[in-house]
């Protein structure tokens, strides 16, 4: 998969198209990882290198806390996360 592969969350998962996640925070658990909802998706590899450092215990949570469930690509190889 290309580095330049943008990732977006289906959130709301009724949402079809899916948001741009924009930056990763730190959960109130401070392991794992909450996406955030922006403008502009971070890439496959900026999304890489943001978690290169984090334990490989930490869990990717939707804004509300919830579990990521796996992931989609579309047509245009772009990432959703379920």
Known sequence: MD???PIYLKYPASDPNGNPVSQLKFAAN?????LVIGSKPLSLGQLMAQTAQVSHQALLLRPNGQSILGFQLDKHYYIYLN
């Open 3 to 5: 580095l330049k592969t």
């Open 30 to 34: 401070h392991r794992d990882l909450l």
